[in-house]
């Protein structure tokens, strides 16, 4: 009966667990030379984020979000920040939604929402290469 | 999780069942106990059926009503259903105009939209920001061929409680049959049928301490105050309600009745008290809306909404903490409450609407719990939000 009970929770343990803990939630800590923020939104009154980046040399050094929206794209930005900083920006413009989904089991109706992950990071990506172009790489 | 650990603030919903009705429910179930069919001629049929009437006459003595104008049914939504297909049906030679609300129980607004594709005319009278309904609205609606009012007694998102007495009297004057959805007051607010002017009203046992599945239909014996039968199948009911009763439901809410007769006053002062604690701790909060009226509610629901708040995430935040998103019987369709957007409030400000609802078994560290948990999940998620969010609501 518990195990049933479980399963019927709309949020896994992973979900929970990032949705209580959003260490990367806020602005950016600390000053960076190189950095880069996108936001994305669902409509007027819907979910929207900011992402943010501190970028030393390839790595992205600091990733910080802010959110309004539900606890699967709270946890969801928090996984997503936990996972890539430190990692190259060419790592995180490989992030699939679909292994955000599957890992956090995000319901399917909410596929248009954290696809909000997905336009962030292309604006992110964007950025970030612009800003190399026309400023010299390795400043850190 | 352990539901001792979790705090349940979410009466309006249900209620647990009280110790003394379990236990004489387990009794009635037993192999010693009433299981007898009540329509059979033997001695534990008798049995049965004497444990249906004793049930039928503490119900009645809740209510001011007589046992015999009392009919058992699975539960308010079957009430509501017979009550107003059943009346519309029956008087639909006179006419085919009926009369409600839009902040109504989907019990009655969905028997009201079916019937409306059945050929009768509804006019959904809306009501002001504070839910309440205006009663000049009401009679300038009103005609000749008019046959049913229905207008809930407490609204189960905002605890509003409308002038039943006046509504009632409106109706009387025009001979029009005047239903209530009374779930979420039977109970909880004393009500006397023997004075005030209500044809209909329909309630359910697990609102106020007695088991799911069980509820009943008032149907005042006067002229012209009849039903249709919607099921088929026999003589149970005055042919009404046909279906073997079941003998231990209906014990359950007989007792839940009775026990809810004599603490009535008790009740509501202790619900009372413990909603103020809640609002006062709660509404300094910036940006917060109150769903529903200060004054003059029924105490035991409070609903407010927080500006630039996700009401998913505020559930959430809650835990352990067990409240509503606007009604119960809405929140897994995660649409804004269709009562709160008719109240006028903004699809962010209604989907950010947490609904307590405070009972019985409600003490203090739990709506001490609930202020801190509240306040806590509201400054974290506002400051998490992008500044724009935040000014949104």
């Known amino acids: 009966m518990d195990s049933l009970a479980a399963s019927m929770n709309p949020y896994n343990l992973r979900t929970r667990q990032y949705f209580e803990h959003p260490v990367h939630a806020g602005k950016l800590c600390e000053a960076h030379t190189v950095s880069a923020a996108a936001e994305a939104r669902e409509s007027e009154a819907g979910a929207r984020l900011r992402l943010e980046v501190g970028v030393r040399g390839d790595r992205l050094c600091e990733c910080r979000f802010q959110v309004y929206g539900c606890p699967h794209l709270i946890a969801a930005l928090e996984w997503l920040c936990t996972h890539f900083e430190g990692k190259t920006l060419g790592a995180l413009e490989q992030f699939r939604v679909a292994d955000c989904m599957s890992l956090l089991a995000v319901p399917v109706e909410k596929t248009g929402r954290i696809l909000l992950l997905e336009d962030a990071i292309r604006s992110l990506s964007d950025e970030l290469r612009s800003t190399r172009l026309s400023e010299p790489l390795n400043q850190d | ?393």
């Not at chain 2, 004057?173 to 004075?195: C, N």
């Not at chain 2, 409450?337 to 078994?361: H, P, T």
């Open chain 2, 1 to 393: 999780m352990n539901p001792q650990q979790l705090i349940y603030l979410d009466y309006a919903a249900t209620t647990p069942v009280d110790p003394m009705v379990a236990a004489a429910m387990a009794e009635t179930l037993s192999a010693e106990g009433s299981y007898g069919n009540p329509s059979s001629n033997h001695p534990l049929g008798r049995t049965a059926l004497a444990v249906v009437e004793t049930a039928r006459e503490q119900l009645a003595g809740l209510l001011g009503a007589r046992p015999r104008d009392l009919i058992w049914t699975s539960g308010a939504t079957e009430s509501d259903n017979m009550a107003i297909t059943g009346a519309a049906r029956y008087r639909r030679y006179r006419g085919k105009h009926l009369i409600t609300m839009p902040v109504e129980h989907k019990a009655v607004t969905d028997t009201f939209a079916a019937l409306e594709r059945e050929g009768f005319e509804i006019t959904w009278l809306q009501p002001d920001q504070q839910g309440m309904l205006d009663l000049r609205q009401l009679e300038e609606a009103m005609r000749d061929d008019t046959q049913l009012v229905s207008i809930m007694f407490v609204n189960n998102e905002t605890g509003v409680v409308q002038d039943i007495e006046a509504i009632g009297q409106c109706c009387r004057e025009r001979d029009i049959l005047f239903h209530v959805d009374a779930a979420q007051a039977v109970g909880k607010l004393g009500i006397d049928l023997a004075v005030l002017p209500i044809d209909l009203l329909s309630l359910t046992a697990h609102k106020f301490y007695g088991p799911k599945g069980i509820g009943a239909l008032y149907i005042a014996d006067r002229p012209g105050c009849q039903i249709e039968p919607l099921l088929f199948g026999g003589g149970h009911e005055r042919r009404l309600r046909p279906g073997t009763s079941p003998v231990h439901q209906i014990r359950g809410i007989g007792l839940a009745a009775e026990i809810a007769c004599s603490r009535l006053g008790q009740d509501l002062k202790h619900i009372a008290r413990l909603r103020e604690r809640l609002f006062d701790g709660i509404r300094n909060l910036p940006g917060l809306v109150l769903n529903g009226r200060e004054q003059g509610g029924f105490p035991g629901i409070l609903n407010v909404s927080a500006a630039g708040i996700d009401g998913e995430s505020l559930m959430l935040a809650l835990h352990p903490v067990c409240v509503a998103s606007g009604s119960a019987c809405n929140a897994k369709s995660g649409e804004a409450s269709y009562v709160l957007r008719a109240l006028g409030r903004s699809d962010q400000l209604a989907q950010s609407a947490i609904r307590f609802s405070i009972g019985r078994y409600s003490t203090e560290q739990h709506i001490d719990t609930a202020v801190r948990r509240y306040c806590q999940a509201v400054t974290a998620l506002r400051e998490m939000a992008p500044e724009v969010a935040v000014q949104a609501g």
